[in-house]
């Protein structure tokens, strides 16, 4: 087990072993359950596979199992983890509709960073910002797994609103029909009691 000092039990984690090459980037997710995982670097979709000992995270500790992508013997090892904080970050999931009136996702604040994956099929990383040219409706959108420039969604992408997103476009990268997908999401003013645009 590793200790991760949030004080409540992560729901996302992201860990990477800094020495060995060929190494993934292995994605937990608490929408997927601690049997599961992701590759940030790869569009699979979610597997099964014992990355985090089979064991939910707890308030002081997460488990990995004995895969050197998560604990490597004797390599330097990264953990990135998130839980919701009020008005700063969410993590979540949604099943998408496939159309361009999406389903609205409440996160609680305005976001400026959405990262979303739809976990049912080998499909694209979708990462959304508010400072690049175009959001609202015709995002452009980088992938993480991916090394090309980013790309537009075929005229729709999401709408980043005053308390959430809305997805606008039939992309099975991130609003598959039906499909489960997961996110991360932060905050453009990250206090409790920002003020909407």
């Given amino acids: 087990t590793i200790g991760h000092g949030l004080g409540v039990a992560p729901k996302a984690i992201i860990v990477k072993n800094r020495s060995a090459s060929g190494q993934s980037w292995v ?4 929408g997927t359950g601690a049997t599961k995982y992701l590759f940030l670097n790869a569009n699979n979709a979610v597997a099964t596979f014992d990355m985090w000992n089979n064991t939910a995270p707890t308030s002081s500790v ?21 839980t919701d904080v009020e008005g700063y ?5 949604f099943t998408g509709n496939g159309g361009t009136d999406g389903t609205y996702i409440y996160t609680g604040f305005r976001p400026a960073w959405v990262l979303i994956k739809n976990t049912a099929d080998a499909e694209w990383w979708s990462l959304f910002d508010n400072k690049r040219l175009g959001y609202n409706e015709v995002n452009s959108i980088l992938s993480p797994n991916d090394s090309n420039a980013e790309y537009s969604a ?22 598959g029909d039906g499909d489960a997908h997961i996110f ?3 905050a453009e003013s990250p206090f409790k009691y920002a003020n909407a645009r």
Avoid: P
């Fill in 27 to 30: 994605v937990y997710h608490e």
């Fill in 184 to 186: 991360l999401a932060f």
């Fill in 62 to 82: 997460f488990s990995v199992s004995t895969y050197s992508g998560t604990n490597g013997s004797s390599n330097s090892m990264i953990a990135y983890c998130f």
């Fill in 89 to 93: 970050c969410k993590v979540g999931r």
């Fill in 154 to 175: 075929g005229g729709g992408g999401i709408d980043l609103l005053s308390n959430g997103f809305k997805l606008k476009s039939t992309s099975g990268n991130f609003n």
